[in-house]
């Protein structure tokens, strides 16, 4: 444009004029070529005196941006970065981090500077605080310690993703606590590790302890598997009980209990019974004592209630026959044990069909039917006499006596609790 103005000339032929000077020049490979770029036309002495002006600001300030040049020679960002390649390993040998140039020596300095501080710290740090803290472009930073550890010159890991650079010794004393936590308690809860800064437990758990058991948010010491199949032989061997409170991980679920040492009693004859195991021999005898105790109660409502049945008038038993009273016997476990026999009184009329007031007693028909239908549901009967006769209360009273004082009253309620069905 300037060209055009000074010489009186129409751009259009300048420009034409220019185009060509540089294909003459091209042709001739003269030393001092023409250059065209946007709206200018400079020579290829200019473009090394750019470069060795270049040179002395990366020599002065050791780093240097392609903002800052463009800004500095007015020329375009893609002109400049031609220029850096152009004269990279012949003029200057700079190094490229996103946007910034970078000298040997500075860069060795700013290396021997982060290794410096990196060697000395003793716990996570994040690149982003120590580049503002020594102020080292961050890209520069990440390339500096990725390379350091490569080398082995810096000994850490840096967590992909987070910038996070973790001490070896950090990451070695961590490793000993969390080894010595898993070997003193048997487990590790998953949230403990996460609290220690470790983003992802189940594959750190799963590297460093491969022969554990991984549950979900837990890992079990196998030794711990090898001590409960240790107390279930006991168990079983001297028919007895455990409580497995101080057995089990507390930070163990009542599910992930429920589902693990299910897995150990399969095909044994023991049962879980909330967090107790109890053989069931142990039931069984518990039972036998239930089934006496039983039978006493049945022998004495059949006693009972035959004698409500007899003290009722013959005509009052005829027309209250809908609400029968029942005398239950069982020749095998009372109430709730083996077979049940139940055996009632049949009532007798004691008026003459031909004698009766019509409406005001029922026929014979009649009360046959109401005392058949009275006692078709037998099972809600024998579950209205339970109730009435064997107290639950009095059940685990009994039980805490006649069983072994060191049973707890827990393990006691919680067997009368499982046979509370068989019982009805």
């Known amino acids: 444009m300037k060209l055009a103005s000074n010489l009186d000339v129409d751009f259009d032929v300048i420009e034409t004029r220019v185009l060509e000077l540089i294909t003459l020049d091209a042709q001739s490979k003269s030393p001092c070529r023409l250059i065209s770029i946007p709206s200018e036309v400079i020579n290829s002495s200019y473009v090394r005196r750019v470069a060795h002006l270049i040179l002395d600001r990366l020599e002065e300030q050791g780093q240097t941006s392609i903002d800052e040049l463009t800004t500095m020679f007015s020329l375009p960002t893609t002109f400049i970065s031609n220029i850096m390649q152009e004269y990279q390993s012949t003029l200057f040998r700079v190094h490229k981090y996103g946007e910034k140039y970078f000298m040997d020596t500075f860069l060795n300095a700013t290396k021997a500077k982060v290794r410096g501080y990196f060697t000395g710290v003793v716990r996570p740090v994040t690149l982003t605080s120590v580049a503002l803290k ?34 070896q010794c950090y990451t070695h004393a961590e490793d000993t606590y969390i080894n010595s936590l898993y070997s003193h308690n048997g487990y590790i809860e998953w949230n403990y590790l996460k609290r220690l800064n470790i ?20 890992t079990i010491n196998i030794l711990l598997v090898d001590q409960l199949k240790s107390l279930l032989s006991g168990v079983i061997r001297d028919v007895s009980w ?15 209990t429920s589902a693990h040492i299910n897995c150990l009693l399969k095909d044994s004859p023991v049962k879980l019974i909330d967090t107790y195991l ?49 005398g239950v016997m069982s020749s095998k476990g009372g109430f709730g044990f083996g077979e049940r026999e139940i055996k009632t009184k049949s009532v007798e009329k004691k008026y003459n069909p031909s004698r009766r007031n019509a409406g005001n007693l029922p026929t014979n028909c009649d009360t046959e039917a109401n005392f058949h239908s009275g006692f078709g549901d037998s099972h809600s009967l024998i579950k209205d006499l339970f109730a009435r006769y064997v107290l639950m209360d009095e059940v685990r009273s009994i039980s805490s006596s006649q069983l072994l004082s060191d049973v707890p009253a827990e393990l006691i309620d919680q067997v009368v609790e499982l046979l509370g069905s068989f019982l009805q």
Do not use: C, W
Not at 199 to 218: E, R
Not at 293 to 319: G, N
């Open 134 to 167: 020594l102020q080292v472009p961050e890209s520069l930073m990440n390339g500096i310690v990725s390379s350091l550890i490569s080398t082995g010159r810096l000994q850490g890991n840096l967590i992909a993703g987070r910038s996070i650079f973790v001490p």
């Open 199 to 218: 983003a992802d437990p189940d594959s750190y758990l799963k590297t460093k302890l491969p022969n554990a058991i991984h549950l979900p948010g837990l």
């Open 242 to 256: 455990i409580d497995l409170t101080h057995y089990i991980p507390s930070g163990l679920g009542s599910n992930e």
């Open 278 to 326: 109890v053989v069931d021999k142990f039931i069984e005898n518990y039972e036998k004592f239930l089934d006496t105790y039983l039978k006493k109660k049945a022998q004495t409502a059949f006693y009972r209630e035959h004698r409500a049945i007899l003290s009722i008038p013959p005509q009052q038993q005829s027309v209250e026959v809908n609400a029968p009273k029942q």
